[in-house]
């Protein structure tokens, strides 16, 4: 089981920029489909992005599109959310999650991941 800790979060102003990190530790398999989430205050939660790690395959949900980033580094097993020109409407607590997976069922069955780490929280302000 991969257990990953979440970092980066902050306060910024709009039209500002952070980056956030998942760390991850206990990887058995060879590839992972990666994703982040984030959940604002009666909300709903919602996937950000992801990733699947055997080709580096993303897919951004498309509020964030062309604005976020999200990148593996296998060497220090990290995965990153790098974030430009944030809103407002970007404020909430992020989580990433990780699953063994195939390239397939990461494109069907990310969004559905589950996220068990204490997240960070980004506010942005206008």
């Known amino acids: 089981q991969v257990e990953l800790v979440e970092s980066g979060g902050g306060s910024v102003q709009a039209g500002g920029s952070l980056r956030l990190s998942c760390a991850a530790s206990?990887?058995?398999?060879?590839?992972?489909?990666m994703g982040w989430f984030r959940q604002a205050p009666g909300k709903e939660r919602e996937g950000v992005a992801r990733?699947?790690?055997?080709?580096?395959?993303?897919y951004y949900a498309d509020s964030v599109k062309g604005r976020f980033t999200i990148s593996q580094d296998n060497a220090k097993n990290t995965l990153y959310l790098q974030m430009d020109s944030l809103k407002p409407e970007d404020t909430a607590t992020y989580y990433c999650?990780?699953?063994?997976?195939?390239?397939?069922?990461?494109?069907?069955?990310?969004?559905?991941?589950?996220?068990r780490g204490k997240g960070t929280l980004v506010t942005i302000s206008s």
């Open positions: 999650a990780a699953v063994p997976s195939t390239r397939i069922w990461c494109t069907v069955h990310w969004y559905g991941m589950d996220y």
């Open positions: 206990g990887a058995t398999s060879s590839s992972y489909c």
């Open positions: 990733i699947y790690t055997g080709d580096g395959n993303t």
